[in-house]
């Protein structure tokens, strides 16, 4: 029987190698060994400092992002303005080529290509059938307008309550405060008209860009959205993804939705007036259709051009006007709004309005234009980022 190896020994018999001493400055500790206890204190403040670091860190990137998303905002607003307005028409084109390469399968940009020079035809007839009639009533709407506009300043003006309102209007709306400088009248109408002109073209030129840049984007959507990927870190790429599908979903719903209730208030005013032999019936329509663009508030701005009207004809067709705009915005707000908003976009009324108010005071006439669909896609967003609200944490 072989005597037992020592511990100095390997299995060959030969003496054993002594053991390496541990390399590194901190040993790793054996498993299952527990810090002493003044080991301890010194570990949790470590860790209370990282986790405040890491706070402090996701506060600093936070600010960041939102002085960026301000400075971007408040220096280039109206070209921010051009690419929603772009993306708007762009969804309103790809949504409907959509259709047309279901039914003719058809390529989408064919379809595109397609829908736009239909749109083009239909717009060209229309303007050749219906323009003249169109531009003798929008004449006479402005003379109209005009008119119930000064008949109303000298009724203010005749009155000491009316003229300590319009003393505090300014001239260029209607009112009695002279401008700054004490410029006379020739000037003031020259700058007016040049205001006019610049704003005129200014305005032309911008909805050409929008228009034109909305059938780019319709014609290959996909490619933009590949660009804004390719950009994004991958380890980030599907939520990036997960997130242009939910903006694309919300700005579809959210345009078929208003366009579905334009068209609706549009033809429901026209009739209503006709009905009760309002003059200039159709193009008040149109302005009640297209003010409704902008929920809630427009329903007021589609108003005040019929109220004058109604006044200029009489105090009962002016009341009767008031009660068939009435009526079409219960209508519209308690039956059809939430109709819509089912298949749609919900967004509460007060967020509504409150968007309207903060993007009009930064970003102007654009900006409350616009303030709805960016609302809307704002919150689809956050709620896709944002996990649901459990119902123990419900107040």
């Known amino acids: 029987m072989a005597p037992p190896l020592s511990e100095t020994q390997d299995i060959s018999g030969s003496p054993a190698a002594p053991a390496a001493p541990p390399t590194g400055p901190h040993p790793a500790p054996p498993v299952g060994e527990r810090p002493s206890a003044s080991e301890i204190p010194a570990l949790a403040a470590i860790q209370t400092l990282e986790h405040t ?18 400075l971007i905002i408040s220096t280039g607003g109206p070209v921010l303005m051009v690419v929603c307005a772009s993306a708007l028409v762009a969804v309103v084109l790809h949504g409907a080529a959509r259709w047309i390469t279901h039914l003719l399968r058809l390529p989408e940009w064919l379809s595109v290509l397609l829908l736009v ?29 005009v008119s119930q506009i000064s008949t109303l300043h000298d009724r203010l003006n005749g009155g000491a309550f009316g003229r300590l309102i319009l003393d505090h209007v300014p001239q260029s709306l209607g009112g009695n405060q002279s401008g700054a400088g004490g410029r006379t009248q020739g000037v003031d109408f020259a700058g007016s008209m040049t205001n006019v002109l610049t704003s005129t073209f ?9 228009v034109i840049a909305g059938i780019y984007f ?19 790429r599907s939520l990036v993804r997960s997130l242009l599908q939910t903006i694309a979903h919300t700005l579809s719903a959210w345009v078929a939705g208003q366009m579905l209730d334009m068209t609706v208030v549009g033809v429901l005013t026209w009739l209503g007036l006709w009905t009760i032999g309002m003059p200039l019936a159709l193009p008040l329509g149109l302005v009640a259709g297209t003010a409704n663009f902008i929920p809630y508030l427009g329903a007021f701005v589609g108003a005040i051009p019929a109220l004058l009207i109604g006044l200029s004809v009489g105090t009962q067709e002016a009341l009767m006007v008031l009660g068939l705009y009435t009526v079409i915005q219960a209508f519209e707000g308690y039956i059809m709004s939430p ?14 309005i409150l968007s309207q108010t903060i993007f009009g005071a930064f970003l102007g006439l654009w900006g409350f234009i616009f303030a709805s669909p960016i609302t809307a896609v704002l919150l689809a967003v956050a709620t896709r980022l944002s996990s649901p609200l459990k119902e123990k944490d419900m107040l």
């Open 53 to 70: 670091l890491a706070r402090f860190y996701r506060l600093v990137v936070v600010v960041v992002v939102l002085a960026v998303l301000g």
């Open 117 to 145: 020079l239909a749109l083009i035809v239909a717009a060209s007839v229309l303007v050749k059938v219906f323009g003249p009639e169109i531009m003798v009533q929008a004449g006479h709407l402005r003379t109209a307008l």
């Open 202 to 210: 200014g305005s032309v030129g911008t909805m050409i860009v929008i």
């Open 218 to 236: 319709a014609l290959s959507p996909r490619l933009y959205a590949n660009g804004i990927l390719r950009l994004t870190p991958e380890r980030h």
């Open 339 to 352: 109709f819509i908003q089912k298949r749609a976009v919900s967004m509460p009324p007060a967020l509504t």
